[in-house]
């Protein structure tokens, strides 16, 4: 389907302010102007402290007849001075999860698949990156005494990190990463573990999963 315009607010005050690096400024802006399907809700918040000289944090949901189907948080880091285990001067870190149907979760497949995913959302939006690196973890839950009633639920989550490529203008000025492509193939990822059908570039070997019976309410 075509991409639409998202909820996108707008960013921390200081996340694009003069004291910021031009870099990073302009890796900001290109998350702010992103066109989203219209089942991402996407919001800025603020980002974790100290884990780079300067940051910026989105959240998004996907939602689906008032219900919540996924949801995560993308958080951009900076340093101008590079960080070896990155490999250049930015990093993506990303939180994502969603309820699965219990059978789904006992797939022995379901964390390569996940963790493939989000490579693929990377290489079908050709977004060059290096250094990926994360976990995915499924967890179900039993309810007893007062909660007897409540059906069995499994939670898949994703915790990632990847470098976006540093690329260099005339001069060898440094140039932002196209933060606008990884945030798409972010929100694909998205969609997919929140088992609706592709929305972005064509890929034949996409597989989604079925959409619980019962998503949360918001």
Do not use: N
């Amino acid at each position: 389907m075509a991409a639409a315009q998202g909820h996108l607010s707008d960013g921390p005050d200081d996340a694009g302010g003069e004291g910021s690096p031009s870099v990073f400024r302009q890796a900001v802006a290109g998350l702010q102007g992103v066109r989203l399907r219209p089942e991402i809700e996407l919001d800025a918040t603020p980002p974790p402290q100290r884990l780079a000289p300067f940051s910026y944090a989105l959240e998004a949901a996907v939602v689906v007849d008032d219900e919540e189907l996924a949801d995560g948080r993308l958080i951009l880091l900076h340093d101008p001075a590079g960080h070896d285990a990155w490999g250049g001067t930015f990093r993506m870190v990303t939180l994502v999860h969603a309820d699965l149907e219990p059978e789904m979760a006992a797939d022995p497949l379901l964390p390569e698949v996940c963790w493939s995913w989000l490579t693929g959302a990377l290489e079908a939006r050709r977004v060059p990156y290096g250094a990926p690196s994360g976990t995915v973890t499924r967890a179900g839950s039993h309810y007893f005494g007062g909660l007897a009633e409540r059906e069995p639920s499994t939670r898949i989550e994703i915790r990632a990190s990847w470098s976006p490529t540093d690329t260099s203008g005339p001069g060898g000025v440094p140039q932002a990463p196209d933060t606008a492509a990884h945030l798409a193939a972010w929100c694909d990822l998205l969609c997919q573990i929140a088992g609706l059908p592709p929305g972005g570039p064509p890929d034949a070997g996409v597989v989604t999963l079925p959409q619980r019976r019962g998503p949360q309410s918001r």
